[in-house]
T-cell receptor, first 110, second 115 residues
Framework: GEDVEQSLFLSVREGDSSVINCTYT??????LYWYKQEPGAGLQLLTY?????DMKQDQRLTVLLNKKDKHLSLRIADTQTGDSAIYFC??????????FGKGNQVVVIP | EAGVAQSPRYKIIEKRQSVAFWCNPI?????LYWYQQILGQGPKLLIQ????????DSQLPKDRFSAERLKGVDSTLKIQPAKLEDSAVYLC?????????????FGAGSRLTVL
């Protein structure tokens, strides 16, 4: 079965880079995702990566995938106060559903 | 395009009462999901529909939770009777489905507090 692990809390100064990590257990997952959740809101897709890729870059976001270690990371360059949120990684599991981690809260200090 | 609509946004009930949540997915999205998000945790799938059929309800507490999507569009999730541990945000999401990336679009959620 699938199980997604994330660390809980990260504080970062505005303008610095932030890195959020995630491990997953289902080696057959074809897609892995990063979602962002702001207070009182639903989850918003940030980016996703196909399992045959090692890296994907999208503006300030860089996703790294290490399939051997089942490790996924999200780097946010030039972190802004609007990046303060909870970030969830997720894997595409059976029946096309997404299995989510517990989330990582990022607090950006001005 | 309009997003996923959910109502009500907030609901406070006493234990053993009943509650219903409504979701209107993005037009044309065949797959609809209900997730439960307890404070401090990630979303957990309760039930998944493909059109009006149930694909996965393995984590739905069927003794108290029910959901339907009768015409393959809107969906309702009901809890009867509610327990204290049902306090959570109930998130509805929809997607086109298919074999590709299957991006889920989420609604803002319905926050339930059971006293």
């Amino acid at each position: 079965g699938e199980d997604v692990e994330q660390s809980l809390f990260l504080s970062v100064r505005e303008g610095d880079s932030s890195v959020i990590n995630c491990t997953y257990t289902d080696s057959s997952s074809t897609y892995l995702y990063w979602y962002k959740q702001e207070p009182g809101a639903g989850l918003q897709l940030l980016t996703y990566i196909f399992s045959n890729m090692d890296m994907k870059q999208d503006q300030r976001l860089t996703v790294l995938l290490n399939k051997k270690d089942k490790h996924l990371s999200l780097r946010i360059a030039d972190t802004q106060t609007g990046d303060s949120a909870i970030y969830f990684c997720a894997e595409k599991a059976g029946n096309n559903r997404l299995a989510f981690g517990k989330g990582n809260q990022v607090v950006v200090i001005p | 395009e309009a997003g996923v609509a959910q109502s009500p946004r907030y609901k406070i009930i006493e234990k053993r009462q009943s509650v219903a949540f409504w979701c209107n997915p993005i037009s044309g999205h065949a797959t609809l999901y209900w997730y439960q998000q307890i404070l401090g945790q990630g979303p957990k799938l309760l039930i998944q529909f493909q059109n009006n059929g149930v694909v996965d309800d393995s984590q739905l507490p069927k003794d108290r939770f029910s959901a339907e999507r009768l015409k393959g569009v809107d969906s309702t999730l009901k809890i009867q009777p509610a327990k204290l541990e049902d306090s959570a945000v109930y998130l509805c999401a929809s997607s086109l489905g298919g074999s590709g990336a299957n991006v889920l679009t989420f609604g803002a959620g319905s926050r339930l507090t059971v006293l």
